[in-house]
């Protein structure tokens, strides 16, 4: 076996003609069809998950500050729900518009007023407009007749119209 | 069997991947469009190939080495940083999977033909020189030069004969060298020099035998 020299250049011009060890022509035109097929054949054998899906056309970073904004949003409408239900709501009157169906339908149930309503009526009743609340002026004893009751459909309650309210103030 | 001439100006290896910049097609690939990973991969796929190939000097072997490179490269994408060159980084990727290859198949002949030469090998008026001027003992010199020097690669460790290909076959600078083996310049050199000593101990005995 000869000694090995240090001038190279022999045997890399022989190295460098391994160049010209290639696949059979036209071996590169559907190389990279192959691969792109085989890449689309494994993504449609596992296909992504609903939440893959849903993402997909997000990167993980908008798509947190779009899950952000939505929980805000959400948390804001309960909230205002929330309160506009619970807080009562007043009427012209002053007196909670909760409480005017049952102060007329119930006037006993009004705190410290005892009222009864006979229904006999008088002219005065109408031009004071006091008649359909079955009120009374001090002194007066009020006697309506049947036509000062509710109008029908005034209060909705069910047998609403049968109940005649009583309003009498005490004589002196 | 013929002297060969003086040695002349060596042909030049095929040059280092110097092509239109990569990071556009990678970042839409990144982004899951197989149009622009298509692109790359038709940019790559010869330098690709041939790395499979001439550590393998087997045709299928290396169709499959590269392919497998391909698809490994495709699903490893997302975590490609971008802090070396794309085919810096496809390289080690194929480098890597031959080594595992060759580990599971060290003792497997080599499977080569006089087919696998492209017609300017015959041509070439360095190997022409080389063998002889006869048309069919030159058909046969090249043939027996071609599987004698696979035979002789092959009888180098996988890590010398990686070095001889990147860089006598392939082009490659020692810098790009040492990245994809993932070693420092140093140890490319001294790698390359054992390996070409190696070789051109062989190369005087296939021309005594000649």
Redesign the interface.
Same mark, same amino acid.
């Given at each position: 076996?000869?000694q090995?020299?240090e001038? #190279?250049?022999?045997?890399?011009? &022989?190295? @460098? !003609?391994? +160049?010209?060890?290639?696949?059979?022509p036209g071996y #590169?035109n559907s #190389?990279? @069809?192959?691969?792109?097929a +085989?890449?689309?054949s494994e993504q449609l054998a596992a296909p992504p998950t609903w939440w893959e899906h849903l993402l997909a056309p997000l990167n993980w970073q908008r798509g947190l500050l779009g899950a952000n904004i939505l929980i805000c949003a959400g948390a804001g409408i309960v909230g205002v729900a929330a309160y506009n239900a619970a807080r009562p709501v007043a009427g012209d009157d002053g007196v909670a518009l909760s409480e005017t169906p049952a102060s007329l339908l119930y006037p006993e149930s009004r705190a410290g007023l005892r009222t009864s309503f006979t229904p006999t009526g008088s002219a005065t009743d109408g031009a004071l407009g006091l008649a359909s609340f079955g009120a009374s002026l001090p002194g007066t004893t009020y006697q309506g007749t049947n036509d000062h009751t509710a109008p029908a459909g005034l209060f909705s309650l069910p047998g609403m119209n049968d109940l005649q309210p009583r309003f009498v103030m005490p004589t002196h | 069997m013929k002297e060969?001439s003086a040695?002349s100006d060596?042909?030049a290896?095929?040059p280092s991947p110097e092509q239109p910049d990569d990071r556009p097609l990678v970042a839409r690939a990144k982004e899951g469009d197989?149009a622009a %990973?298509?692109e790359l &991969? +038709?940019r790559h796929?010869?330098r690709i %190939?041939?790395l499979c %190939?001439?550590l393998t000097s087997n045709?299928e072997d @290396?169709?499959d080495l590269?392919?497998d490179t #391909?698809?490994k490269a !495709?699903k490893a994408l997302k975590g490609f940083k971008g802090d070396a060159n794309f085919y810096t980084w496809l390289y080690r990727i194929a480098y890597n999977h031959c080594l595992n290859h060759l580990k599971t198949r060290r003792n497997r002949t080599p499977h080569l033909s006089l =087919?696998?030469?492209?017609f300017?090998?015959e041509h070439?008026p360095?190997?022409v020189a080389?063998v002889s001027h006869n048309t069919p003992r030159r058909a046969a010199g090249l043939g027996e030069?071609?599987k004698s020097?696979n035979a002789a690669l092959l009888r180098l460790s996988e890590e010398h004969r990686t070095v $001889? $290909?990147l860089h =006598? &076959?392939?082009g490659l600078p020692h810098e790009e060298i040492a990245k994809i083996m993932g070693c420092n310049q140093g140890t490319v050199r001294s790698r390359l020099f054992y390996a +070409?000593?190696?070789?051109? @101990?062989w190369?005087? =005995?296939f021309k005594?035998q000649s």
């Open positions: 076996m000869s090995p020299s001038d #190279f250049s022999e045997i890399r011009r &022989v190295l @460098a !003609w391994k +160049r010209h060890e290639t696949p059979p #590169f #190389f990279s @069809a192959k691969i792109i +085989r890449i689309e | 060969p040695p060596l042909p290896p095929t197989l %990973y298509d &991969v +038709r796929q010869q %190939y041939g %190939y001439h045709h @290396a169709n590269a392919q #391909f698809m !495709w =087919d696998d030469m492209d300017n090998a070439d360095e190997m080389l030069l071609q020097l $001889v $290909v =006598d &076959v392939q +070409r000593q190696q070789l051109q @101990a190369l005087s =005995d005594k």
